[in-house]
């Protein structure tokens, strides 16, 4: 069974903070790696994907995967109250038909 | 680029009547797109996985029979909630991948079903 997991939170960060996500996977074969915000009663939003080792920066948003270790983490820098959200974890396989499995999402807050 | 609408946004409906939901992909062509329920303050649940042209795959739990998925075209893909009870009732959201080397999927804004 592969698997995704976030800590569900609440996470609460100071506005102008920086809020750190992280997500742990199972399926070491793993090749694709999305962040995406979900507000609630919205449908999920993309922010940001990665494919290799390291760091991947949009804007306030850093990426950072590291396979070894099975992990990815988002970096939200200067977070504002409208960050605010459920963040949701995706991981995916190499094709473009492969489903990807969802985590069950970390719930930020900013406070301001 | 890369946007997916959905219709109906909100549907209210009478329990044993059926409801259909359309997925469009608007500016991509879609070769995968894939349907999920929400219940409240839960995760996406994939319910299937569908190709142009070609039979969906349910994941487990899912009675196909149930839920009718249409993939007609590469920019629409369509779901039947048959038969429709109150335990139906959910945010039912798609999603299309584009079909490059990347899963990259794009979400429908979702459309919130009610059963009375």
């Known amino acids: 069974q592969k698997e995704v997991e976030q800590n569900s939170g609440p996470l609460s960060v100071p506005e102008g903070a920086i809020a750190s996500l992280n997500c742990t996977y199972s399926?070491?074969?793993?090749?694709?790696f999305f962040w995406y915000r979900q507000y609630s009663g919205k449908s999920p939003e993309l922010i940001m994907f990665i494919y290799s080792n390291g760091d991947k920066e949009d804007g306030r948003f850093t990426a950072q995967l590291n396979k070894a270790s099975q992990y990815v983490s988002l970096l939200i820098r200067d977070s504002q109250p409208s960050d605010s959200a459920t963040y949701l974890c995706?991981?995916?396989?190499?094709?473009?038909?492969?489903?990807?499995?969802f985590g069950s999402g970390t719930r930020l807050s900013i406070r301001p | 680029g890369a946007v997916v609408s959905q219709h109906p946004s909100r549907v209210i409906c009478k329990s044993g009547t059926s409801v259909k939901i359309e997925c469009r992909s608007l500016d991509f062509q879609a070769t995968t797109m894939f349907w999920y329920r929400q219940f409240p303050k839960q995760s996406l649940m994939l319910m299937a996985t569908s190709n142009e042209g070609s039979k969906a795959t349910y994941e487990q739990g899912v009675e196909k029979d149930k839920f009718l998925i249409n993939h007609a075209s590469l920019t629409l893909s369509t779901l039947t909630v048959t038969s429709a009870h109150p335990e139906d009732s959910s945010f039912y959201i798609c999603?299309?991948?584009?079909?490059?080397?990347?899963?990259?999927?794009?979400f429908g804004p979702g459309t919130r079903l009610t059963v009375l």
């Open positions: 399926d070491r074969g793993s090749q694709s």
């Open positions: 999603s299309a991948s584009e079909g490059s080397l990347t899963d990259t999927q794009y």
């Open positions: 995706a991981v995916g396989g190499y094709s473009s038909a492969s489903k990807i499995i």
